[in-house]
């Protein structure tokens, strides 16, 4: 192809070159963008993707929960049950590509209570895998509370799940939920 330029004289020495009505630049190809499945940022919580059973020290059923990836791989959708009917609650995770930051998404059937409805972000990566995924709750007075929750892989195939609060801005943290996840056949 040939490029047609059209050059306009300017007063004094410069000349000022501009494409002429009828030239054409080639079209840009644009980049594929890399999909979830192949990008390991979206692989952070593979560790606990399955369906689970879930139970407290003393190997009580506190309830069961299923953890699937969607999306082709770009968010991860948690299905919680509680143990005799006690409640029901499902979770989004994802990660924003664009800041590089994951976020849960966490509501209950019960979401007009303080922990009904829940917002996170991750903010801690353990050297086993884990993570730690911390939000602010709001009191029906006006307080704010810390919540966290941390799920690390354990050797033997389960996930230990703890999430805590803290009344005082982080400077002491109380148990709320401490769990295993025991993978069902």
Wanted: net charge positive; charged share 25%.
């Amino acid at each position: 192809m040939i490029r047609r330029i059209a050059q306009v004289p300017v007063a004094g020495f410069l000349l000022i070159t501009v494409p002429s009505a009828g030239a054409q630049n080639p079209p840009s190809t644009p980049k594929k963008p890399t999909s979830c499945e192949e990008d390991a940022r979206y692989q952070t919580l593979d560790f606990w993707v399955g369906a689970w059973n879930v139970v407290d020290w003393k190997g009580r059923e506190q309830g069961t929960n299923e953890i699937v990836k969607l999306l082709k791989g770009c968010v991860i959708q948690e299905n919680w049950a509680g143990a005799g009917g006690s409640g029901e609650g499902k979770s989004w995770f994802y990660f924003n590509h664009h800041t590089g930051e994951w976020k849960q998404i966490w509501m209950t059937d019960l979401a007009t209570a303080v922990s009904g409805t829940k917002e996170k972000r991750l903010i801690a990566r353990y050297a086993d895998g884990g993570v730690r995924f911390q939000g602010t709750l709001r009191t029906p007075d006006g307080r704010s509370v810390l919540d966290r929750t941390t799920l690390r892989p354990e050797k033997d195939g389960r996930v230990r799940q703890v999430i805590e609060i803290s009344t005082d801005g982080g400077t002491t943290w109380r148990t709320t939920f401490d769990a295993f996840y025991v993978r069902r056949p």
